[in-house]
């Protein structure tokens, strides 16, 4: 039977020989492990991406948001104080004629048509 102080004696000098092995091995795994967490971790490389492109799809929508908002402002100036912009407005909306025009329907598309129409307007239509 072998002696037990021996057999450790013997495994430790093997360990020792294969520590640069080991040690190694340990290093490629704590590295794969790094590198496995920086790409698909909560906060990784995989989740920066599409944080990029939803940042930049959110800017797109602002910049769309904010042009919207220039027109509207312009256009409520222009009917605060314009009085061609008013005219125009209750000629298209409200299909009003000065005395002696005649104004000319053409058919629209229902969904169209109902999109641009007021809702009192439209149930007043019925």
Request: glycine letters at 2%; one cysteine or more; a positive charge.
């Amino acid at each position: 039977m072998p002696n037990p102080v021996n057999w450790l004696r013997e495994f430790v000098q093997k360990l020792l020989k294969w520590r640069r092995l080991l040690a190694s091995a340990a290093f490629v795994v704590i590295a794969f492990c790094l590198f496995a967490r920086v790409l698909m971790g909560n906060n990784g490389w995989v989740t920066y991406r599409q944080k990029k492109v939803e940042y930049q799809r959110l800017q797109q929508e602002l910049q769309r948001m904010d042009d919207e908002n220039l027109r509207l402002d312009a256009q409520i100036k222009a009917l605060k104080s314009d009085p061609k912009a008013i005219e125009k407005e209750a000629r298209e909306q409200l299909r009003y004629a000065k005395p002696g025009e005649v104004i000319y329907l053409l058919p629209e598309q229902p969904a169209q048509h109902a999109a641009q129409l007021p809702q009192s307007t439209e149930s007043a239509r019925r």
